[in-house]
Nanobody, 115 residues
Framework: QVQLVESGGGLVQPGGSLRLSCVAS???????MGWYRQAPGKQRELVAY???????NVVDSVKGRFTISRDGAKNTIYLQMDMMKPEDTAVYYC??????????WGQGTPVIVSS
């Protein structure tokens, strides 16, 4: 059973930076993984994705500000968030899937962008 544990959320001022981490355990397979976020009163949305060949993609609303990366040796992905805006405030979730179509979620880490 794959387990995902996020960390790194918190309070940051507009224009500031945070780096989220997600450690995957319970598997040695190279998973496709992503970061989602859910703001209050809104649906959960995809923010950034890295597939099992380390190809990455980020959504337009964060392009140029957020970067997703992986440290395969540590089974960890990161979301570097720069030039943050109040609208980035949300609970950020790590997710992973394999080629069999299994899907896992982390517990989420809150991010608040406010002065």
């Amino acid at each position: 059973q794959v387990q995902l544990v996020e960390s790194g959320g918190g309070l940051v001022q507009p224009g500031g930076s945070l780096r989220l981490s997600c450690v995957a355990s319970g598997t040695s397979a190279m998973l496709s993984m992503g970061w989602y976020r859910q703001a209050p009163g809104k649906q959960r949305e995809l923010v950034a994705y890295i597939d099992n060949r380390d190809m990455t993609n980020v959504v337009d609303s964060v392009k140029g500000r957020f970067t997703i990366s992986r440290d395969g040796a540590k089974n960890t992905i990161y979301l570097q968030m720069d030039m943050m805006k109040p609208e980035d405030t949300a609970v950020y979730y790590c997710a992973a899937d394999n080629i069999a179509g299994d899907y896992w979620w982390g517990q989420g880490t809150p991010v608040i962008v406010s002065s």
